[in-house]
């Protein structure tokens, strides 16, 4: 059996996302296997949470699997990238925007900018 999965990864905070198609093959994988696998991300996120927390570091900790499993809709695994808001303009762009070019040149000119 194989599985799909669309994911963005971005190298840098600076830089852009890419988007890759990762496509797991389970076969040869046991149940034995699967249980070492899904141990394996609850330390990440267990530990993940204890770091998040401003408590200290407990001795021990007990956790129920079933709380760290998502069922999400297939939709919110393909990859989307993030549409940017547009920019915003000030009070002033919007004033600006609204004047003719002579009053442009006027005001310009008033502030001595210009000669």
Known sequence: ??????????????????????????????????????QCYLVQRVQFRMKLNDC???????????????????????????KKEPEKKSAWDSIIDGLTPAEKKAIIQQLGLVT
């Open 56 to 82: 200290a570091i407990p001795e021990k900790v007990s956790v129920e699997a079933k709380d760290f499993v998502h069922h999400l809709p297939e939709a919110q695994w393909e990859c989307r990238p993030r």
């Open 1 to 38: 059996m194989k599985t799909v999965i669309k994911v963005l990864t971005q190298k840098k905070a600076e830089s852009s996302h890419h988007e890759t198609e990762i496509t797991v093959d389970w076969a040869g994988v046991s149940e034995a296997d699967l249980r070492m696998m899904a």
